[in-house]
């Protein structure tokens, strides 16, 4: 079993950065693909950038790509979210997820994950 915990959310004006944190529990850390979903009001989970467990290549929603960077540190068992020239349509709650299969690729379906944190608030003010 893992265990997610998110940080970092908060209130921001359009146009600023939030960097969002993921820790995680157990050994295997490093086992996991790692991803960040987002999930507005009245609209369904939706995948926003993810870390693959072996080589740290790396996927993301056209819609954060230039603007969001994902990354990890293996040995701090967390994932981060640099969120940088945010607008009112990144408002949302923001999950991390953890891939337990031993794939390679970065998926992009909610389905695919085995744990998921609570998540963290991002609030974009216009």
């Known amino acids: 079993q893992v265990q997610l915990v998110e940080s970092g959310g908060g209130l921001v004006q359009a146009g600023g950065s939030l960097r969002l944190s993921c820790a995680a529990s157990?050994?295997?850390?490093?086992?996991?693909?790692m991803a960040w979903f987002r999930q507005a009001t009245g609209k369904e989970r939706e995948f926003v950038a993810g870390?693959?467990?072996?080589?740290?290549?790396?996927n993301y929603a056209d819609s954060v790509k230039g603007r969001f960077t994902i990354s990890r540190d293996n040995d701090k068992n967390t994932v981060y979210l640099q969120m940088n020239s945010l607008n009112p349509e990144d408002t949302a709650v923001y999950y991390c997820?953890?891939?337990?299969?031993?794939?390679?690729?970065?998926?992009?379906?909610?389905?695919?994950?085995?744990?998921w944190g609570r998540g963290t608030q991002v609030t974009v003010s216009s």
């Open positions: 997820a953890a891939d337990r299969t031993l794939t390679t690729i970065v998926r992009v379906r909610p389905s695919a994950y085995d744990y």
């Open positions: 157990g050994r295997i850390f490093s086992r996991y693909t």
């Open positions: 870390i693959n467990r072996s080589d740290n290549s790396k």
